[in-house]
């Protein structure tokens, strides 16, 4: 397997007043490039926090963290927002689209903080064919269903072509019907490339994806491919 | 998309919130672009009128000085009297350079006078230094017998006729608008038609001047470079049958009528502008909370903290233009309406008032906005910094 991530011993400490807990034990994983994997588990498991370390978003309190060939968890503020703007794309709960802009400027977003913003309207327009949308690029974001709207927020995360899409609840809000269209665009994304790992409750979209690992306490107890 | 798209659709996701704060910017813009009008108006009018009158002194009949300050400033006819053979006499003392007569009459209100309740100056056009420098508008000839200059707030034109006393003048030429009531509101003429103007006046029964040939109303003293003014007064005093009026007083004491007048304005605008800064910080230190997720989001995107920084101070900054932009149009708006009750309450307050010119309102105008861009700017600095420095991992997380 050519790993894409890659937990080396990684725990994570939080301190609650004078209390710590730790949201993660010592935990070793390794993610393959083109991998669909689920991470699944009770409410306060370790799984968001172990999505934050992959994504660059949080870091360790020990272990290591590597994306590809690159360690993460020891670059400075900076190095790791190029590996957040370049190389990993988020996708929330709750679609975390701007309610100020509409949906193609809400996929253009990336682009503005970075170079490209020249083409990027025809990218954004390209990102929104690949989740059916294009036809709602003009729609405001409360004019979209809670499942359009997290097909955007899907769509935003690919203008970045990212190595790594990490996905946090992403259906938990969403109907069925919403929710299987997600499952089924994660599914066209994996099979054109792209790495995804998800968080979920779903047991059912936990069984579609291609691996899922089980955690509990900070520590995954067992992997069903 | 870049930072401005941005930053003007967060503001106008909340338009009452947006308007509110404009409207506060702009108020506060309103009042200061306001003031530094008018105080630059009078400020312009004083050096500008004064330097013009050219006397630093004005010798006149003891017990008029308060008359001559406000016929002076206001341009209010005044009618007091002297002898002339005074001019020699303060010709003569040291340290004076040249001296021009001049002296006060009103017209009647009644059919023989175009105008009434007037005030004519007659002078001495042999040694004046006073008027005849000043004309900005003139007639293509030489003023002749029969013409008189008026003052820069005058509504005839050149070459009307306008008669007082039964005796008709042209109206040769115009002087230079200053704001001072004297050089802007009065009628110049000869001082011997002046004079005759008297001769005419006893034809009607309903007139009567009180003054007869070789009577003055003041002497305009202009000094020898580096004449002490101090010394020339003295030795003025001695003559226990008038009063010295010093230019450089009068300036003073309009400027200590101006402070007295714009201390109270001062302040409260400059509590204006502290209250708009402290309200700006409180307003975006909320406008950051509320949108914590969305900056985690930007962070989580690869926002770095500079452009999260520039997000949120981009959008002060169009609200500050904004306000600034609405304060100054406000600003006009309001001196405009009450365009002539300021002169007329000015005009109480013995206070000189020129309207400053367009370029000079249009560069208030521009420093106004600048302002409100600075005060917007400035009480959104440290939200700004607080937006900025946000963990995307607590700040994405907020709420939940």
Known sequence: MDPIVQLKGVSKVYKAGEEQVAALDDVDLDIGRNEYVAIMGPSGSGKSTLLNLMGGIDRPTSGEVWLADQRIDQLSERQLLEVRRRRVSYVFQDARLMPSLNAIENVML?????????????????????????????????????????????????????????????????????????????????TMGNTIVL??????????????????????????A | MNLFTLAAHNLFRKPFR??????????????????????????RSVDHGFSKLGADLMVVPRGTMVSMERALLTGEPSTFYME???????????????????????????????VGDAFLVGFDRENDFTVMPWVSDRLDREMQPGDVVVGGGSDFE?????????????????????????SD?????????????AEASRDYDDVELGFGPGDISAVLVRLESGADPERVRFALAQNSGISVVAAGNVVTGVRQNVVALFAGTALLTGVLIVGNILMISAIFSTIINERRRELGLLRAIGARKSRV??????????LGAAGGVAGVALGLI????????????????????????????????????LMALLVATLGASYPAVSGARLEPYDAIRAGE
């Open chain 2, 158 to 182: 050149l070459g009307e006729s306008v008669y007082y006393y039964g005796q008709y003048f042209t109206v040769y030429g115009k002087l230079d608008r200053t704001g001072i009531g004297l």
């Open chain 2, 309 to 318: 920084f520039n997000l949120v101070l981009t959008e002060s900054a169009m």
């Open chain 2, 185 to 197: 509101n009065a009628i110049f003429l000869d001082l011997d038609e002046a004079y005759a103007l």
């Open chain 2, 18 to 43: 947006t308007a509110a704060l404009v409207l506060a910017v702009g108020i506060a813009t309103a009042a200061v672009f306001a003031t530094a009008t008018l105080m630059h108006g009078i400020e």
């Open chain 1, 199 to 224: 968080v979920t409750h779903d047991q059912e979209i936990g069984e579609r994806t291609r691996r899922c690992i089980r955690i509990d306490d900070g520590r995954p107890l067992q992997e069903a």
């Open chain 2, 84 to 114: 002339a053979d005074l001019a020699d006499e303060v010709n003569a003392l040291q340290g004076v350079s040249t001296v021009a007569s001049q002296l006060f009459l009103t017209t009647a209100d009644a059919e023989h006078c175009i």
């Open chain 2, 334 to 369: 309001l001196l405009r309406i009450f365009n002539r009750t300021i002169g007329f309450h000015l005009d109480l307050l013995n206070i000189p008032f020129l309207w400053p010119p367009v370029e000079n309102i249009a560069l208030m105008g521009m420093a106004a906005i």
């Open chain 1, 110 to 190: 990336p682009r503005a903080f970075s170079a490209g913003r020249a083409d990027a309207r025809t990218a954004a327009l390209q990102c929104l064919e690949r989740v059916g949308l294009e036809k709602r690029a003009k729609h405001m974001v409360h004019e979209l269903s809670g499942g359009e709207a997290q097909r955007v927020s899907i769509a935003r995360t690919l203008m970045k072509e990212p190595d790594l899409i990490l996905a946090d609840e992403p259906t938990g809000n969403l109907d069925r019907k919403s929710r299987m269209e997600i499952v089924y665009l994660f599914e066209e994304l994996n």
